[in-house]
């Protein structure tokens, strides 16, 4: 039997945690176990979460972000073998997986950031995460996600702000480039 826990109390208990801790480390330590009690509770999941952006590769379904942008809460469905580029976020996150396979590859930063549109990346690891597996992202850290199973994958990310506010950023690793990273979010009814 699933644990009740619905999406008004995680957001307040987010909302508790981030008035009193401003450590990215920190924060995600008190979150990662309420992501995980909240992706397992499974009472707000919908089918249409299901639907992937075939432009994109994949699809951002808000749960819930505050009026400011803060405290944004996304279920990712990816299409098989898409994913992103590699990409900062300038905020913390948590994300568990719920369904399929997800590659994340990481990436150190060579550079000083101080050039403009410059970045020099040197890839650094990965791991596949699956159900019930959970990462955290610190705001600096640079990844990628692949799709890397032959069915849609699913997963809850729960971010300090809503990604498309923090003024982040993908990398062409290749090319060496940096440019700003915005994401379309899908429209659920
Ligand atoms: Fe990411």
């Known amino acids: 039997m699933p644990v009740s826990y619905i999406l008004e109390q995680y957001v307040n208990d987010l909302r508790a945690i981030t008035a009193r801790e401003t450590d990215p480390i920190k924060i995600t330590d008190l979150v990662a176990p309420l992501a995980m009690k909240f992706a397992q509770s499974g009472e707000w999941f919908r089918p249409e979460y299901r639907d992937c952006d075939a432009e994109q590769g994949f699809s951002l379904h808000m749960l819930h972000e505050e009026p400011n942008h803060d405290l944004a809460v996304f279920l990712v469905s ?56 959970i990462t955290r992202c610190y705001p600096e850290h640079i990844h990628s996600v692949w799709n890397v199973g032959k069915t849609v994958s699913m997963s809850l990310h729960t971010y300090g702000r809503h990604i498309n506010y923090t003024g982040r950023s993908e990398f062409d690793v290749e090319q060496m480039r940096e440019k700003p990273y915005l994401l379309k979010i899908a429209v659920d009814e």
Do not use: C, M, Y
Request: aromatic share 8%; hydrophobic share 30%.
């Open 78 to 133: 990816w299409l098989p073998n898409r994913g992103t580029t590699p990409h900062n976020h300038k905020t913390w996150a948590v994300v568990v997986g719920l369904e399929g396979e997800e590659q994340e590859v990481s990436f150190n930063r060579r550079d000083d950031g101080a050039t403009p549109g410059f970045a020099d990346l040197k890839r650094d690891g990965e791991q596949v995460i699956t159900a019930g597996d």
